[in-house]
C-alpha cells in the first residue's frame, strides 16, 4: 500500500493518532502536501457517503474528521507556504431561535476539510450577523444556514432574504432536518444539502 492510500485508509478509519506520522512519512517521500491534502479530502467523501446511505453514524464520522484535521495540521505550514488555493471562505450558522448545533458543527467540519476556511457563528445567529460576517471576512464565497426546528423556518428565510437583499456576491446553502429541497428553493437559497456528506460536495459545486 502506498503512503497515500495508508493515509487515506487512516483517515477513513478516524485513526486521530496515526495519521500525523503518516502524513509526515507521505511528505518525507516527496508526496505533495496538496496531493495529501486531496487524498484526505477525498477519504472524507468516502466517509460522507457512508454517511448519506446508512452505512456508519455520526460518531464514526465526527472521528475520521478529527483524524483529517490532524493530518491537516501537519500540512498547514506548507500549504500556506506553496499558494493553496483555498475555496474560499464559507460563513455558517445555526439561524436565530435554533440552538442545536450538531448537525451545523459535522457540515462545518466537511465543508472545512473541502477547502474552505470556515467562519462559524454558533447557534440563534440574527440574520444581519449573517450579512455582517459576510462584510467582515475576506473571500466569502458561500454562506450555510442550518434550521432544525419546524418553528424556526421563517428564521431560515429571513436569513436567506437578508443576504441576498445585501446585494454581496454570495451563494447560500441552506440544510436540517425539517428543510426540504423545495423550500429551500421557495426562500431563494442557492442550494440544500440533506446531510453533511453531501453539504460538502454542493458547497464546491457552487462555489465553482
Known amino acids: 500500500m502506498s503512503k497515500i492510500e495508508e493515509v487515506k485508509a487512516k483517515v477513513e478509519a478516524g485513526k486521530s493518532k496515526l495519521v500525523p506520522g503518516l502524513v509526515q512519512e507521505a511528505l518525507d517521500a516527496g508526496i505533495a502536501p496538496g496531493e495529501i491534502l486531496q487524498a484526505m479530502v477525498d477519504s472524507m467523501g468516502v466517509v460522507g457517503e457512508k454517511f448519506s446511505s446508512g452505512e456508519i453514524f455520526v460518531p ?3 472521528i ?3 483524524a483529517m484535521s490532524k493530518g491537516v495540521d501537519v500540512l498547514k505550514p506548507l500549504l500556506a507556504g506553496d499558494g493553496a488555493t ?3 471562505t464559507c460563513v455558517i450558522g445555526t439561524v436565530a431561535g435554533d440552538l442545536h ?3 451545523k458543527n459535522l457540515v462545518s467540519m466537511m465543508i472545512e476539510s473541502a477547502g474552505f476556511d470556515v467562519v462559524d457563528l454558533g447557534v440563534d445567529v440574527p440574520a444581519e450577523t449573517f450579512v455582517q460576517t459576510i462584510k467582515d471576512n475576506d473571500n466569502v464565497k458561500l454562506v450555510a444556514c442550518s434550521g432544525l426546528l419546524t418553528s424556526t423556518m421563517p428564521a431560515l428565510r429571513e436569513a436567506v432574504a437578508a443576504i441576498k437583499a445585501s446585494g454581496l456576491d454570495v451563494k447560500v446553502i441552506v440544510g436540517g432536518a425539517p428543510v426540504t429541497p423545495e423550500y429551500a428553493a421557495e426562500i431563494g437559497a442557492d442550494g440544500f444539502a440533506p446531510d453533511a456528506g453531501t453539504a460538502a460536495v454542493k458547497a464546491k459545486e457552487l462555489v465553482a
Open 86 to 88: 483555498s475555496l474560499g
Open 64 to 66: 475520521a474528521a478529527k
Open 60 to 62: 464514526e464520522m465526527l
Open 101 to 103: 448545533d450538531i448537525g
